[in-house]
């Protein structure tokens, strides 16, 4: 699909995708795009749905999730392009650059060193890490 990066189907999610590359994985960074239904009261079905594409990274003194796209439900084609620059970004930065990017252009983000408490932190790192685990499912 995108030269150079894989797409992995996350079973038994609504629709989740995490996008990584092998230098991506050293670098530990992977892109999660999921599509999922929630519960509307508004809407004439109860029902909608919404797109979120984040960028997660961890290293030894932190984890940290960029919310990049948050919102309306993005059709195939949108969220290959959205991923498609994430990606270009990465491979034209450093990391340290890039993760800077990410924080600029992103719509919220969430990191373990962020929290006040020590639990939080913990819970914050470990929800990351786990979308890490899901490569290898």
């Not at 508004?42 to 948050?70: L, R």
């Not at 800077?100 to 020590?118: E, G, L, N, Y």
Request: glycine fraction near 2%; charged fraction near 25%.
């Amino acid at each position: 699909m995108i030269t150079g990066l894989h797409r992995k189907y996350i079973e038994g999610s609504d629709v989740e995708y995490i996008y990584y590359s092998k230098h991506m994985l050293k670098d530990n960074l992977i892109i999660v795009a999921n599509t999922f239904p929630y519960e509307d009261c508004s809407k004439e079905s109860g029902w909608d749905v919404e797109t979120w594409i984040d960028v997660k990274h961890y290293n030894d003194i932190d984890a940290i999730s960029f919310t990049v796209y948050q919102g309306d439900y993005l059709q195939d084609i949108q969220v290959y392009r959205i991923v498609k620059d994430i990606y270009d970004l990465y491979l034209d930065n450093v990391l340290p650059e890039f993760l800077t990017i990410m924080d600029d252009i992103s719509v919220a983000s969430q990191s373990q060193s962020m929290q006040s408490r020590k639990e939080n932190a913990i819970s914050v790192r470990n929800r990351i890490l786990s979308e890490f685990e899901k490569i290898n499912w």
